[in-house]
């Protein structure tokens, strides 16, 4: 009965490194497309694992775990791909931070472009931003 859910955690934790992997790729390309289709697929793994690991926690067959050597050889396996997982998970959340940041500055730079673009001058060629213009007429 744990044998079943112990594959299909193990193959669903290596379908997630696939797919964190993808994810990166994806990052480092700015392919929105492909990241939706990756997140996809990453809920369904991320639930099967999650379910998966529901079930053996209910399971009356749970100290199997550790006292059967083929059971613990496996689970050290789990536990080594799900650390990998969240070094990737965690690399992939450096990427978009550095994403959001490029963008942070490049929204600076355009703000800052568009106030200078603003600015008139007046018949004396003193410069004039935009707040200004239209005051001081009398109608």
Do not use: W
């Not at 550095?98 to 673009?117: C, F, P, R, T, Y």
Request: proline share 1%.
């Amino acid at each position: 009965m744990i044998a079943p859910l112990l594959n299909t955690q193990e193959q669903q934790l290596t379908l997630l490194l696939s797919l964190l992997e993808q994810e990166k790729v994806a990052l480092e390309q700015d392919d929105t497309i492909a990241l939706y289709a990756v997140a996809e697929q990453k809920e369904q793994a991320l639930a099967l694992i999650a379910s998966a690991d529901e079930e053996i926690a209910a399971s009356s067959n749970k100290e199997q775990l550790n006292s059967d050597p083929q059971f613990v050889q496996q689970v050290d396996t789990i536990k080594s791909l799900l650390t990998q997982c969240q070094e990737r998970n965690q690399l992939n959340g450096e990427i978009i931070k550095a994403g959001n940041e490029k963008v942070k500055q490049l929204s600076a730079v355009i703000d800052q472009l568009q106030n200078q673009n603003a600015s008139t001058y007046d018949k004396l060629g003193k410069k004039h931003s935009s707040q200004r213009m239209g005051k001081g007429f009398k109608a």
